[in-house]
């Protein structure tokens, strides 16, 4: 009888203790899916606000487009460039978002470029002569759809004897990684070099300067002394002058002091013939929008391309991923 009752009692010890494992083991699982469905939520929450902030900039500008005083041209000292109100931190429901505009029409047309634009932007950003005769012709000749190619550039044949192979566009460029692809065009010269310290100031690279959405033409407003001296033709004092003029007596671009250029007579007069008004544009089309959604230390992020167009704002591009800055 005590033989019995001691096998009992260490079949009911087993017992107590595989139900208590499956206890904890489920009391374990239901805490890592109440953090997941928590963390779904914030994410969800995060990715909503992130949406809202490119609803907001998009009424920015609608709003602007409208404007009694500012339509007709874009700076970036209005509302649409620069709002701190709307634009940092700015507080919805449990979390925040964080929005920056930019003007997608600051950087130089790729499908619109002549070779001697090409040209003067290599030798811009500081690229060698010879090997800007070969980059130039092979990306004149990347969008171009005959088979014949120009005297340094590179048709199908020279594509196919890479490794991998590939074929050469033959039309315009949907996307700016295209030139990557494109014979001469080096990692160091599409993306240029990051600052360092004060003997490594960095090197701006074609990414920085091009743009495959656009209307055909550079705001002064916005586009960088490197881009209005490859686009207009003209050396770094000619845009050194345009853009104190905009800039203002401060010097800091988006201040209240600005100066901003309406209309392009405005510039075929401070520079000259150089900036003939068919090429000069005060205003733009395109505008990219990245709106940051966080929610308790969750981030969510939306970028996307606008086209502010008859008294619309359709969305040309968008890319979201989880994270953000």
């Not at 002091?257 to 392009?264: E, H, Q, T, V």
């Not at 959604?293 to 981030?299: F, I, L």
């Amino acid at each position: 009888m005590n033989n019995r009752q001691g096998i009992a009692l260490v079949l009911v010890l087993w017992i107590i203790m595989v139900l208590s494992l499956l206890i904890s083991g489920f009391a374990f699982t239901m805490h890592v899916e109440t953090q997941v469905a928590a963390f779904s939520r914030k994410e969800l929450k995060a990715e909503m606000l992130a949406r809202s902030g490119i609803e907001v900039a998009r009424m920015q500008l609608l709003l602007h487009d409208q404007s009694a005083t500012d339509a007709g041209f874009d700076a970036l000292n209005q509302a649409w460039a620069t709002n701190q109100e709307l634009y940092v931190n700015h507080e919805l429901g449990d979390g925040k978002f964080n929005v920056v505009v930019t003007d997608e029409e600051r950087k130089l047309p790729v499908n619109n470029l002549t070779s001697a634009q090409w040209h003067k932007l290599l030798e811009v950003l500081g690229v060698d002569p010879l090997d800007s005769d070969v980059i130039v012709d092979s990306a004149l000749d990347w969008m171009d759809p005959t088979d014949l190619h120009r005297l340094n550039g590179a048709d199908n044949t020279y594509y196919a004897g890479l490794v991998p192979p590939y074929k050469k566009k033959g039309g315009p460029m949907d996307r700016i990684e295209e030139l990557l692809l494109v014979r001469g065009v080096t990692k160091e010269i599409f993306y240029g070099a990051p600052a360092g310290d004060k003997d490594s100031p960095g090197r701006l690279g074609l990414k920085d300067m091009l743009t495959t959405f656009s209307g055909g033409q550079v705001n002064v407003n916005t586009a960088s002394s490197e881009v209005l001296q490859a686009w207009l033709g003209i050396d770094e004092s000619q845009a050194t002058i345009l853009i104190q003029r905009r800039d203002g007596g401060d010097g800091i671009p988006g201040t209240d002091d600005d100066m901003p250029f309406r209309s392009a007579s405005e510039v075929s007069n401070l520079i000259g013939a150089q900036a003939k008004q068919s090429v000069v544009s005060v205003g733009s089309s395109f505008f990219r929008v990245k709106s940051t959604g966080e929610v308790a230390g969750s981030k969510y992020t939306v970028e996307a391309v606008l086209v502010r167009q008859n008294s619309t704002c359709l969305i040309a591009a968008w890319r979201e991923q989880r994270g953000g800055q």
